[in-house]
């Protein structure tokens, strides 16, 4: 074999059976790992990208597993990134540094904010991202990274949604106004819709402050975005949905899953004994259609 082509061989980013590539980012001296589904060469231009953060424990592997949103990017023409969080043992418990949790990320004091701004502008410099359509959506303590990004990475972002995640009450206000969906589990005891504390093996990971009843996120964002009064509150089937009356490109959106506990609605369990989520609604599919209406102006 040429050495050309053997020294290409080598500089590739290794693809999985998946359709994945795994690729590496040092990012203040530390290798980051992020996986990497890039849509067909026949859409044209500048595609959109969404970021999908793991939850506390996972990986970006785990986190495409469980969301299904690579099927998403190559139909709609997006890359899908799916990072990993830092943990004490390399590839395993994985988890992000969102403030009051979680785990090995939030004790160490990882700069997840940096490491995703890092990605961001690595994708983008290589020219097929359009920087003005970046997404980021997460579960769970991935998603609570997702609110924390969206307020210090807002002139960067078109939008987020965190997924069966919380906040705290003492966050604050982000840097510019930004669209927001939001999606909970109606049986979630983990983070529960009326907020509390975390609690059993879950609570050695956060910092032991409460976090909030879920229309926090919603009221949080409905004021850094100028929304006015209360929200509109309806039902679609099973479902609860808020909607703020936001000016034009900064939509606030709760929705309030029936039959799901802590689990991605309309995706794959995380893991064995783990909550199962719904079959009715297809959080991907949802967050994709809000994710599309929007663009950074």
């Not at 994945?20 to 203040?28: G, I």
């Not at 992020?34 to 231009?45: D, I, K, M, S, T």
């Not at 909030?212 to 609860?240: I, S, T, V």
Request: charged share 20%.
């Amino acid at each position: 074999m040429p050495l050309l082509l053997l020294l290409l061989l080598f500089t590739l980013p290794a693809v999985g059976a998946d359709g994945l590539e795994s690729r590496t980012l040092d990012h203040a001296g530390v290798a980051r790992h992020y996986l990497l589904a890039r849509p067909g060469e026949h859409f044209a231009g500048k595609r959109p990208l969404v970021i999908v953060l793991h939850g506390g424990g996972g990986s970006g592997e785990n986190a495409a597993q469980m969301t299904g949103f690579t099927r998403i990017g190559q139909r709609e023409g997006v890359f899908v990134a799916y990072p990993d969080g830092m943990g004490r043992f390399a590839e395993h418990l994985l988890t992000w540094n969102a403030g009051h949790c979680c785990g090995y990320a939030m004790r160490e004091g990882s700069d997840d904010v940096g490491f995703i701004a890092a990605l961001i502008d690595t994708l983008v410099a290589e020219g097929r991202v359009d920087p003005q359509r970046v997404y980021v959506t997460g579960l769970s303590n991935g998603g609570m990274l997702t609110h924390r990004l969206g307020r210090e990475l807002a002139p960067r972002l078109a939008a987020i949604a965190p997924v069966i995640a919380t906040l705290f009450g003492d966050e604050p206000a982000p840097v510019a106004p930004l669209p927001v969906l939001t999606i909970n589990g109606a049986e979630d005891e983990r983070v529960r819709p009326q907020g509390g504390v975390a609690e059993g093996r879950f609570a050695r990971a956060w910092d032991g402050t409460p976090y909030a009843p879920l229309r926090a996120q919603g009221d949080y964002w409905a004021k850094a975005n100028g929304c006015q009064g209360e929200p509109q509150a309806l039902r679609e089937g099973k479902e609860q949905v808020w909607r703020y009356h936001c000016p034009e490109g900064r939509a606030v959106e709760q929705w309030l899953v029936a039959e799901n506990g802590h689990a991605w609605p309309g995706g794959e369990p995380g893991r064995r004994r783990a909550d199962m989520p719904s079959e009715r609604f297809d959080a991907s599919e949802r967050i994709w259609a809000f994710f599309a209406r929007f663009s950074r102006p």
